[in-house]
């Protein structure tokens, strides 16, 4: 078998995992794919692979993970089941095995699909070939109210910090807050932060703040390096905050801003400022944090 | 106690509706495919409808904690459309097998006619060809004939009557129903179909074994408490306790349940990948009854002014 492309190792994953029928069944349907009436026999493959092959988690090796990561870098398994595993790699095989407009098809199939379904399309994202047809249907996925299928597109996807413009970037992150999700699955997110995201999440910032409504630390994450004048003093405002996690993120942000105001305030938290220097206090600590608090 | 209501249409209710129906015990809902009111004029409003009832609509509930199933079909006075009923049969199979889907429905007859018939005996060999149960809306009026002429039709078909649910019976058509092998659901839905006093008559006097209780709630006024009134009713005039729970929640399941789309597990003990976000479970099995502040007592009065 073959695991050094994507689509190989998807087999292989399912391979390793599935009763020998089962894996037989998925086998004989993907041979289907090229026949006169292969439409239909898409459509009903798709249906039927969680009845057929159930929705157990996938629950990766290390070493799986880390071939994921190789093959596609910002790849993670994690929160992967079965079902959605076949459906992408049925995906994958129709994309690269048959004549099909792959991106017309994934549109059609995105607008008739249930929950299950639409997260497995666009938990795939970054393995099926591109194209600016793809990419239009994974900004109308990304419009979507429900935020389980929001995360398939933002959480542990490659995707959006590879091909997403500034405007959509930012507007993904900054949707991640309005639906209760958490920044720190998105893959990118240091390295996409921008000052313009900076000045849009201060913003944000200020409207809970006069809403009285909590912020999360993880906000912070993205001003910190661009922060200078008046977001240096939202940082202050937030390193004043009675909620320790809150205060935590405004002080790993400050530790990030360049500005020699921050590290004026920064003199105020020695003990703080001291423990993101030996690495106790970071951004894995506080993602620690919020997962844990559900 | 917990509830199934297996008629609900959810998609014209109100957040309210949830949120009552989940205090009072319901863990899961069925919503047939019917007739928006509107009559619809494109099969592609007709898709974007069972989509949403497959999805969006699926989700709100789990919001509440509430499992949502639904059934998939083109309904009787639609298919009066004949323009449009074509069209919707032609999409109806890439529907029906997504999940939750636990039968074809609601299907059957309104004012009798022609076209009726053909659609309702395409999709009831649709059924037949993936193995799904059925459920069957009887017209209002005619309806004793017209529920007689269903069944006919359903044993022409060579359908077997326990994978077949007849709806919104009343006094004068549950006994062919049940003779004849159907499940005989009721839809307590005031004014037109049952009242949950009468129904309480029947359950007194049928016993519980193919009989279940459903609301119809849907954009007319109707009662999304129907189950759970009627079953408070029912044990209040000493209807043993476990005919309520078959007629209330079991014989809904044992019926439904018969697509493999539809598991106590789904509510009792939900997979990891349905608790990342799709299902928040239940309030009532998450350890009963948590201290319910009463904010929302007030809710629909001048009473509370602070909206938050």
């Known amino acids: ?98 004549n099909r407009d792959f991106a017309a098809l994934f549109k059609s199939m995105c607008q008739t699909a249930d929950l299950g379904e639409s997260i497995s399309l666009y938990r795939g994202t970054a393995l099926y070939p591109q194209s600016d047809e793809l990419d239009k249907q994974i900004g109308e996925g990304l419009r979507t109210n429900i935020r389980a299928v929001f995360e398939a597109i933002a959480h542990d996807n490659p995707y959006p910090a590879r091909h997403f413009s500034e405007l959509r970037w930012n507007h993904m992150v900054l949707k991640a807050l309005f639906v209760d999700s958490t920044l720190h699955p998105i893959h990118g997110l240091d390295e996409r932060s921008n000052p313009e995201l900076a000045r849009i999440l201060c913003d944000y910032a200020h409207e809970r703040w006069s809403a009285s409504r909590p912020v999360t630390p993880e906000l912070w994450r993205c001003v910190g390096p661009h922060a200078t004048g008046s977001m240096v003093d939202d940082l202050q405002r937030a390193a004043e905050s009675q909620n320790s996690l809150e205060q935590q993120g405004a002080i790993l942000a400050l530790c990030a801003c360049s500005d020699p105001k921050a590290q004026a305030i920064l003199r105020n938290y020695p003990e703080k400022a001291r423990a993101v220097a030996n690495g106790e206090l970071s951004w894995d600590s506080i993602a620690q944090q919020i997962d844990q608090r559900g | 106690m917990m509830f199934i209501d297996p008629h609900a249409h959810m998609i014209s209710r109100v957040t309210d509706d949830y949120e009552a129906m989940a205090k009072a015990g319901v863990v899961a809902v069925i919503e047939p495919a019917f007739w928006l009111g509107q009559p619809r004029t494109h099969v592609a409003t007709y898709m974007d409808y069972l989509s949403s009832i497959i999805g969006f609509e699926r989700f709100r509930a789990g919001q509440f904690g509430i499992r949502h199933y639904c059934t998939i079909g083109l309904n009787s006075k639609e298919a009066n459309n004949e323009e449009l009923a074509e069209a919707v049969m032609e999409i109806l199979p890439q529907f029906a097998l997504k999940e939750g889907v636990v039968a074809i429905g609601e299907i059957g007859y309104d004012e009798q006619t022609d076209l009726e018939d053909k659609y309702f005996r395409a999709q009831l060999e649709l059924a037949k060809e993936l193995d799904l149960p059925v459920m069957i809306h009887t017209p ?39 003779d004849r092998g159907f499940w005989a659901a009721f839809s307590i839905y005031p004014s037109t179909k049952m009242g949950n006093s009468r129904m309480v008559d029947i359950l007194a006097e049928y016993g519980a074994e193919r009989i279940m209780v459903d609301s119809a709630c849907d954009w007319g006024i109707s009662e999304p408490l129907g189950v759970a009134k009627t079953a408070a009713l029912a044990l209040e005039r000493g209807i043993p306790e ?44 998450r350890g009963g009854r948590e201290p319910v502040i009463d904010d929302n007592a007030d809710k629909h009065t001048l009473n509370k002014l602070i909206i938050e």
């Not at chain 1, 037989?24 to 092959?53: A, C, V, Y």
């Not at chain 1, 988690?57 to 398994?77: F, P, R």
């Open chain 1, 1 to 98: 078998m073959n695991t050094t492309t994507s689509t190989g190792f998807l087999d292989a994953l399912l391979k390793d995992r599935l009763p020998t029928d089962q894996y037989d069944w998925l086998q004989s349907r993907m041979k289907l794919l090229n026949n006169e009436d292969s439409l239909r026999d898409i459509h009903i493959t798709f249906g039927l692979i969680p009845r057929r092959l159930g929705r157990e988690d996938l629950s990766v090796t290390a070493e799986e993970s880390a071939t994921a990561e190789s093959l596609v870098h910002g790849w993670k398994l994690s929160g992967w089941s079965i079902d959605m595993t076949a459906r992408i790699l049925l995906l994958c095989n129709i994309a690269h095995q048959t």
């Open chain 2, 140 to 178: 209002h009026r005619d309806k004793k004939r017209g529920t007689s002429r269903s069944m006919d039709v359903c044993i022409e078909h060579g359908m077997d009557p326990s994978k077949i649910v007849v709806d919104h019976n009343n006094e004068e058509t549950v006994r062919e129903v049940l």
């Open chain 2, 242 to 285: 476990e005919n309520v729970r078959l007629v209330c929640y079991q014989n809904a399941l044992d019926a439904y349940g018969q697509s493999g789309q539809m598991k106590e597990d789904d509510w009792l003990n939900p997979p990891p990948v349905d608790q990342r976000g799709l299902y928040e479970g239940n309030s009532v099995l």
